[in-house]
């Protein structure tokens, strides 16, 4: 059943976005030789004087046109050069926070790709991070730790504002729900923020009378969620046990293979018995 939706929202895989990276970079230097973009370790990311910018919009509306260089081309000057100006607004004004208020939002990354760049950021669990970025029709940017102080707003205020806006967008949100003997459901729109709707509790709390507490969810991939009920089957949940893991080491946007559980009082942790199978992999190979 699980490889039914593997299939269903089959996405382009990484080596693809990795080569689309880079013929956006070559666009780049090309036309705006005196501006330093940078690939970044996420193939959908790429980066400016500090600010992490996304390519997921850019790759989108690449894939709905002809897919021709020069449509590439044009999709790059159109994009890039809005993004320019954004960027020359973002940094000229010291109190830019109402611009960024209106479009942020939460978003789950591995723990590496906050290595290279001072993303603002805290755990989420397991080796994934909640970190949070500026979403519009002109940009994709993470929020970097100094923004903060050029703001002069606290990580309280972004994580608020972000949660918010995220459930603003959730209000006629479709929940892909199945019946038992076992209970699960799928959130899987493909707008990049699949994985991180786990986060506003609004959502969890509907996954919760549905699927009851405690219930568990994998994110093996930037969009995909799945959340499964405490009563599944055990060879069900093998099964999407398995599935996490090939998502997650095949599928674009890779988070976690692991398993997480949602508690009665909304409290989100990795599983023990993932922690507990991830430490006997870690002995296995010592």
Request: glycine share 6%; net charge negative; aromatic share 10%.
């Amino acid at each position: 059943m699980i490889s039914r939706f593997a299939r269903l929202f089959k996405k382009n895989d990484l080596d693809e976005l990795r080569a689309f990276q880079a013929r956006v970079i070559s666009l780049l230097d090309d036309l705006y030789p005196e501006c330093p973009y940078e690939a970044c370790q996420d193939p959908s990311t790429i980066k400016l004087d500090g600010h992490a910018l996304g390519l997921t919009n850019i790759h989108s509306a690449f894939l709905l046109g002809t897919q021709s260089e020069s449509s590439l081309r044009q999709l790059v000057v159109e994009h890039f050069g809005r993004l320019a100006g954004t960027l020359e607004m973002v940094d000229s004004q010291k109190a830019s926070w109402d611009v960024a208020a209106v479009a942020v939002r939460p978003q789950l990354m591995p723990a590496q790709f906050a290595e290279k760049l001072s993303i603002l950021s805290s755990p989420f669990g397991g080796e994934v991070l909640l970190a949070y970025v500026i979403d519009s029709a002109d940009i994709y940017s993470y929020i970097l730790g100094e923004d903060l102080a050029r703001w002069g707003v606290s990580a309280e205020t972004v994580h608020e504002r972000s949660m918010a806006n995220l459930w603003e967008a959730c209000q006629d949100l479709q929940l892909q729900l199945f019946p038992g003997p076992n209970q699960f459901g799928v959130i899987s729109l493909l707008d990049g923020f699949d994985a991180a709707r786990i986060v506003v509790p609004e959502v969890r709390e509907m996954l919760a009378e549905y699927l009851g507490t405690p219930f568990y969810f994998g994110i093996p991939n930037r969009d995909f969620l799945i959340c499964w009920a405490n009563s599944c089957e055990q060879d069900f949940v093998s099964n999407i046990h398995v599935q996490l893991t090939q998502d997650h080491d095949e599928q674009p946007y890779p988070l976690s293979r692991s398993v997480f559980e949602v508690a009665a009082n909304g409290e989100i942790s990795e599983a023990e018995f993932a922690k507990s199978n991830a430490n006997s992999d870690g002995a296995e190979n010592n």
